[in-house]
């Protein structure tokens, strides 16, 4: 499929990235803190995943769709702290002591808003519930407007292996149409200090589909990327939400690329990221290929989490903050989105959760389906047959049937016993996986995602 051509209907749309499924909207207010209460203690031993939400940032970006609070107060990061010390207790308890942890992340919002000291205490107060396992991934997203080398020490000393900085894009026009200027020479320095403090593992994120982005411009941006050798970049397609999220309605979307420009960012990026050494791990992720994600990926090790890909099998999530999400068994929970309900919450010492879902089985059995193909690019009908006690030819025969339109774009390979995602249609992988998800195919279904191209 050129990238001079139009975007064929069926990829020029929204569609889910699958961090979960079912995705976030089929959380319903009927699951409460009883609900999770019962599936902590069910659980069955062993590591955690533990992400930890801090809102706060010092200025807003225009393109942004995370829960945030824009501040210049950095003294509302105090109370913040006492009510996830609150929170980081009452889990504690209901899993009955200090647990073991494989990854902790650090998301938001921007979690460099918190000082060094601020950053001390929060990893205290995590220490005295949770166990770091000797091989732990402990990670940050940071703002390289809000970092230089000596605060990139003080992770390190903290204990953080690996950094994710946000870049988006270098370009200075775009920079100043999103409200995110930033320089590469600030960037570049970050990285070269996080390598010499000894960080396994170094991410870029970037975003396509910007204001007065242009092929050309793009393609400056992913050489100069190419040039700093972060160990992985994350590279995603802007969703123009301004009815959802009151920040993007700052932007001229008479300044948003067309779908054919974009179709032709992402194509010049996959492109250019392979000749420089990256290899393709699935939707909008590369990796260098000694980097562990990329092995992962050739060794079919690949598992997808709410911070997107890794290379630790599937395991509970535990939520911190306001707005996180958790997955602990069969449940998804989610906390409150405002600070004013969060606080509430913990100060009555319950756990802050507003929302969820119990999987049955058919939501377990499309999880698995849809993160095969998300994490392998392939569907073996004997995987579903074996942990569901199903034929799959019989319960799925109207998904086969769809797929056929990805077939004829070359997406995808139907064998007689698998489905095979190709080289190409990696890039397209969550519309292919849409197929399996009956609650965006579902009458009346109006939930909103990104794009998926």
Not at 173 to 183: E, G, L, M
Not at 349 to 377: H, Q, S, T
Request: aromatic share 8%; proline share 5%; charged share 25%.
């Amino acid at each position: 499929m050129s990238a001079a051509l139009p975007l064929p209907a069926r990829l020029d749309t929204q569609g889910p990235r699958y961090t979960s499924y079912p995705t976030a909207d089929r959380f319903g207010d009927g699951f409460g803190q009883t609900d999770l209460l019962r599936a902590l203690h069910e659980r069955k031993p062993a590591p955690l995943s533990v992400y930890v939400h801090i809102p706060f940032c010092e200025s807003v970006c225009y393109y942004c769709a995370c829960n945030k609070v824009i501040t210049k107060h950095h003294e509302r990061a105090t109370p913040y702290l006492d009510a996830l010390g609150t929170e980081i207790g009452l889990y504690h308890k209901a899993l009955g002591g200090r647990q073991p942890v494989t990854q902790m992340h650090f998301g938001g919002g921007t979690p460099t808003f918190l000082s060094d000291e601020e950053l001390t205490r929060l990893m205290g107060m995590l220490a005295e519930a949770f166990d770091y396992t000797d091989d732990a991934e402990v990670s940050i997203e940071v703002d390289p407007r809000t970092a230089d080398p000596g605060r990139l020490a003080h992770l390190r000393r903290l204990g953080f292996n690996r950094l994710s900085f946000g870049v988006q894009d270098f370009d200075p026009d775009v920079q100043q149409a999103v409200h995110r200027v930033q320089s590469y020479e600030s960037v570049e320095a970050l990285i070269v200090s996080a390598r010499e403090l000894g960080f396994v593992s170094t991410n870029v994120d970037l975003i396509y589909g910007l204001p007065k982005q242009t092929a050309e411009s793009f393609a400056r941006t992913i050489a100069q990327v190419s040039a700093l050798r972060p160990d992985r970049i994350a590279l995603y397609a802007y969703a123009h939400l301004p009815e959802r999220f009151k920040p993007q309605r700052r932007i001229n979307a008479d300044e948003l690329p067309d779908a054919a420009s974009r179709l032709q960012m992402l194509r010049s990026a996959i492109e250019s990221f392979g000749e420089q050494g990256y290899d393709a791990i699935g939707m909008d992720h590369f990796a260098l290929s000694t980097d562990s994600l990329a092995v992962a990926k050739r060794e079919g090790r690949l598992h997808r989490n709410f911070q997107g890909y890794s290379t630790r099998p599937d395991c509970d999530l535990v939520g911190l903050g306001v707005s996180a999400i958790g997955r602990i068994g069969p449940t998804y929970s989610q906390n409150a989105k405002t600070l004013a309900e969060y606080h509430e919450a913990v100060d009555r010492a319950e756990l802050p959760v507003i929302k969820g879902l119990w999987l049955d089985a058919d939501d377990l059995m499309r999880r698995d389906a849809i993160m095969a193909l998300m994490c392998r690019g392939r569907l073996e009908h004997a995987e579903i047959e074996r942990a569901h006690g199903v034929v799959f030819a019989e319960r799925f025969a109207a998904e086969l049937t769809q797929m056929q339109a990805f077939v004829d774009m070359g997406l995808v390979t139907l064998e007689p016993r698998a489905i095979q995602v190709s080289p190409d249609g990696w890039n397209f992988v969550r519309a292919v996986a849409m197929v399996f998800d009956k609650y965006v195919r579902a009458p009346g279904s109006t939930a909103r995602f990104s794009r998926i191209a």
